[in-house]
């Protein structure tokens, strides 16, 4: 067995121990201390936080520490940043996704929700009404929207998927939030909240993929240069909207 082998489950090991051990720490301890308390070499320990830095669950910050973070969506997001560069295309490919999953999702939530959800779904609906024409706070507000109707529906699976490809729903947000226009995007949620909470489903599903939709003709349209884009993709440069 090579020595790359032996150091593999001894890496998933040290992984384990610095999950559990400084899981609510906001920073990890100095490397030397904690190659110590841990009783391991160095280069194991090192291996262990780039392998936990990829998950998305620690960050490396170079000459500070090592800060304990929640990111699932990273890995994904370096995925897709590789294999998707172009940003329309990842816009494209991403409203095909939520064309395929939102419907069902206000399906399911309108067969499950309870009456203090509902409350809650209709606190966060109010807020994109409150955004006005702050668009940051829209993007917020609706991706709130859109998260809290996937707990609603009560697939932790699909909740945790959703959360993976939050920066992914950002970027795309910006752009059809404004392309779109924010008084149509509150109008269409207006008619999903009504239905979720009223537990129809069928009408739920129904304005969903209707909303959906429209997000997805405006995520088709050519555009010489989206209204916003990720910071990965460049410079960014003011829209003519």
Known sequence: MTLGAKRLPVVAEICERLLRQ???????????????????????????????????????????????????????????????????????????????LEPEIARRAAERITEPEGVALLEVHARLQAAGDDVEAAVKADLEFHRHLAEIAGNKVLALMLVSIADLEEEARRVTLVRVGLPQAFSQHQAIVEAVVAGKADVAQAAMAAHVLAAQREAHRPSDEPAFRSSEDGPERTSAT
């Open 22 to 100: 400084h899981r609510d720490a906001e920073w990890l301890p100095a490397e030397r201390t904690l190659s110590v308390s841990l009783g391991v070499s160095r280069a194991a320990l090192r291996e262990a936080i780039q392998r936990l830095e990829i998950q998305g669950l620690l960050e490396v910050r170079h000459g500070i520490g090592v800060r304990v973070v929640n990111n699932p969506q990273a890995p994904v997001r370096a995925t897709l940043l590789r294999t998707l560069p172009d940003f329309q295309e990842r816009l494209r490919q991403f409203s095909e996704v939520r064309v395929l």
